[in-house]
């Protein structure tokens, strides 16, 4: 399937393109990538002439995502210049062509994710590149003299140019890996979600952590309800006894 190897190769790609060198090596450059990599897509499904799922035209999230654009466009058109509302700033490149890219990315990947083993593999893919992206980060922590821009000595940005990015990127694959190892009971990504943790305490960014930490919390809360839902009474004495 064409349109599915495109969407790997933005999970596997995207990432990690940098161009030393450039004003902007790691943003504005991977923003550029990606658009011509979900047009790309976008032209292949069109050619294959594959009907549109109306389910996943109007379902919540893909609503959501299309009221955001529609308060996005009214945004721009009504604020102080459109051109930059449009493209976004270099250096975060967070404009309505980045965000109706995102949707289109989002489409796609809801018509090619048909099964568990479907999600799987674009998880697992996405997974495995964040690994390289973490050894970067290792690496500019630990030889920062290697580092791409010398003037950010000692940074860790990995492939991404910023520790909130690297961050939330952390964050996101530590979670994906608790999900495949507890799912499929894979070895290997539990140690790919210690790496994660690792990579995430040596950040040391205030708001990563406390993002971090509300994140296994809500984790813990959902596996406690979980198990509040099947067991018997007594335990949920014991729970609420504990809340207390």
Request: charged content about 10%.
């Amino acid at each position: 399937n064409p349109v599915r190897l495109v969407l790997l190769l933005i999970i596997i790609t995207i990432p990690l393109f940098v161009v030393p060198g450039l004003y902007f090596p790691y943003t504005a450059i991977k923003a550029v990538f990606f658009y011509l990599l979900v047009d790309l897509a976008v032209i292949v499904f069109l050619l294959q002439k594959k009907p549109i799922d109306r389910n996943i035209l109007l379902s919540p999230l893909s609503l959501f995502f299309l009221g955001f654009l529609g308060l996005s466009v009214i945004s721009a058109l009504s604020g102080e210049s459109f051109t930059r509302s449009f493209f976004g700033s270099s250096e975060r490149m967070m404009g309505i062509l980045t965000f109706f890219h995102l949707y289109g990315f989002f489409l796609l990947l809801c018509h090619e994710i048909k099964s568990e083993p479907d999600r799987l593999l674009f998880l697992k893919t996405s997974l495995l590149t964040s690994i390289l992206v973490s050894f970067v980060g290792f690496a500019q922590y630990f030889f920062p003299e290697n580092h791409l821009d010398r003037s950010a000595i000692p940074v860790m940005i990995s492939t991404l140019g910023n520790k909130a990015y690297f961050g939330f990127y952390l964050i996101l694959h530590f979670f994906i890996s608790l999900e495949i190892f507890f799912k499929k009971h894979l070895s290997w990504s539990a140690l790919i979600g210690i790496l994660h943790g690792v990579a995430i305490v040596l950040l040391g960014v205030r708001g990563i952590y406390i993002g971090f930490i509300m994140g296994i919390l809500i984790l813990l809360s959902g596996k406690l309800w979980g198990a509040v839902k099947t067991q018997p009474f007594r335990l949920k004495q014991y729970i609420s006894l504990l809340v207390v």
